[in-house]
């Protein structure tokens, strides 16, 4: 057997309510909700498990034969769709896999039909997710190979790589530094943009922690990118500021604070939920998976560079408040200048009449 998995996820909007769009989708389309299946129920939590739901599949000619793949959606309520294109063969192996693999070189031809894919979602699910967005070009994409008997003499670096060069050793044993096992039979070797499984039965749940961690990825770099936005617009409003009089620069400088405050919180609250995707409690080997996936996908950068930038946030608007309260002190001052001159005024004036 022989699984060939290509996956892209896009971001679609702040936050979805997943109860209300599966009634929405229901009356359409066959929905169910994700869960994983080899585990107990405690040692994977998921708050709120994805929304999955196929959808028709498609066939692409490839060297002269076609192929044809199953399409799967899952629906994330970070704000996530993520599209999976699937070609399996029950009596498959993994050289079979790795022609196969070669045919679709870093997911090349795909293209159209992800695009074609996540348009047709959009528009049924556009009236049911608020701030919804829509960009085809900003994407994570990934590759699952899934064999089902282990062979020592096959070599998975050449197709996690789509390389049939020579391979220099460091580079192999950079691939295969990745490897994990929880049995003589099984294998995981995990890259930044493909993983290769061998399973007896079939990985279901280590496909669904590649996919959550790709996910994970995804939302931090939509944020970070999210974050340099605000941050350019947030350095040209107090520029734009500056120029203005002092009374005219205070107002502005309140309304830049308001909006930072907001970005801040709205940001922070969905990272913490992003990076609470998922919790792997109790299955040691499940919870190396993900941390693995994690690192090499470089979770870790992104999310400091996210909180860096959520930092420089805060450290803006405890200085535009700083600003404020110095103005709004020197403001009570010169009113309490003028109430001692206006009093010293009055005292003279009586003064001088009597």
Not at 185 to 191: E, G, K, P, Q, Y
Not at 265 to 268: D, K, Q, R, V, Y
Not at 343 to 354: L, N, P, S, T, Y
């Given at each position: 057997?022989?699984?060939l998995?290509?996956?892209?996820?896009?971001?679609?909007?702040?936050?979805?309510?997943?109860?209300?769009?599966e009634?929405a989708?229901?009356?359409?389309?066959?929905?169910?909700?994700?869960?994983f299946?080899?585990?107990?129920?405690?040692?994977?939590?998921?708050?709120?498990?994805?929304l999955?739901?196929?959808?028709?599949?498609?066939?692409?000619?490839?060297?002269?034969?076609p192929?044809?793949?199953?399409?799967?959606?899952?629906?994330?309520?970070?704000?996530?769709?993520?599209?999976?294109?699937?070609?399996?063969?029950?009596?498959?192996?993994?050289?079979?896999?790795e022609?196969?693999?070669?045919?679709?070189?870093?997911?090349?031809?795909?293209?159209?039909?992800?695009?074609?894919?996540?348009?047709?979602m959009?528009?049924?699910i556009?009236?049911?997710?608020?701030?919804?967005?829509?960009?085809?070009?900003?994407?994570?994409?990934?590759?699952?190979?899934?064999?089902?008997?282990?062979?020592?003499?096959?070599?998975?670096?050449?197709?996690?790589?789509?390389?049939?060069?020579?391979?220099?050793?460091?580079?192999?044993?950079?691939?295969?530094?990745?490897?994990?096992?929880?049995?003589?039979?099984?294998?995981?070797?995990?890259?930044?943009?493909?993983?290769?499984?061998?399973?007896?039965?079939?990985?279901?749940?280590?496909?669904?922690?590649?996919?959550f961690?790709?996910?994970?990825?995804?939302?931090?770099?939509?944020?970070?990118?999210?974050?340099t936005?605000q941050?350019?617009?947030m350095?040209?409003?107090?520029?734009?500021?500056?120029?203005?009089?002092?009374?005219?620069?205070?107002?502005?400088?309140?309304?830049?604070?308001?909006?930072?405050?907001?970005?801040q919180?709205?940001?922070?609250e969905?990272?913490?939920?992003?990076?609470?995707?998922?919790?792997?409690?109790?299955?040691?080997?499940?919870?190396?998976?993900?941390?693995?996936a994690?690192?090499?996908?470089?979770?870790?950068q992104?999310?400091?560079?996210?909180?860096?930038?959520?930092?420089?946030?805060?450290?803006?608007?405890?200085?535009?408040?700083?600003e404020?309260?110095?103005?709004?002190?020197?403001?009570?001052?010169?009113?309490?200048?003028?109430?001692?001159a206006i009093?010293?005024?009055?005292?003279?004036?009586?003064?001088?009449?009597?």
């Open positions: 057997m022989f699984a998995r290509f996956y892209r996820m896009y971001d679609i909007g702040r936050e979805v309510d997943l109860t209300e769009l009634q989708l229901t009356k359409s389309y066959a929905t169910a909700r994700a869960g299946v080899r585990v107990r129920p405690k040692s994977i939590i998921m708050e709120d498990p994805p999955a739901i196929r959808m028709q599949p498609f066939v692409i000619g490839r060297d002269g034969r192929v044809e793949f199953s399409v799967s959606a899952r629906i994330y309520d970070v704000g996530v769709i993520s599209f999976c294109f699937t070609c399996e063969d029950p009596d498959g192996n993994a050289a079979g896999l022609r196969l693999g070669f045919l679709f070189p870093h997911q090349d031809g795909l293209d159209g039909y992800f695009v074609q894919y996540l348009k047709t959009g528009e049924l556009r009236p049911h997710i608020r701030n919804f967005t829509l960009n085809p070009d900003f994407y994570e994409d990934y590759t699952i190979y899934v064999t089902g008997r282990r062979d020592e003499s096959f070599d998975p670096v050449p197709l996690l790589l789509n390389d049939r060069t020579a391979i220099a050793p460091s580079t192999r044993q950079d691939i295969l530094a990745n490897t994990l096992s929880y049995t003589p039979d099984d294998l995981a070797v995990i890259s930044w943009d493909a993983a290769f499984l061998c399973d007896v039965e079939y990985p279901a749940d280590i496909i669904d922690l590649l996919e961690a790709n996910v994970q990825v995804l939302e931090l770099r939509y944020y970070d990118r999210e974050l936005r941050m350019e617009k350095y040209d409003d107090i520029e734009g500021a500056e120029r203005l009089s002092q009374y005219s620069r205070m107002r502005r400088y309140h309304a830049i604070m308001a909006v930072l405050m907001e970005t919180a709205e940001i922070s969905t990272i913490e939920k992003v990076d609470n995707l998922i919790k792997v409690t109790e299955d040691v080997y499940y919870a190396r998976v993900y941390a693995t994690l690192r090499v996908l470089r979770s870790g992104w999310s400091e560079s996210v909180n860096k930038k959520i930092s420089v946030i805060r450290e803006t608007y405890a200085m535009l408040s700083d404020v309260r110095i103005q709004h002190s020197n403001f009570l001052e010169w009113v309490v200048i003028i109430l001692i009093e010293i005024g009055f005292a003279v004036w009586e003064f001088f009449i009597r």
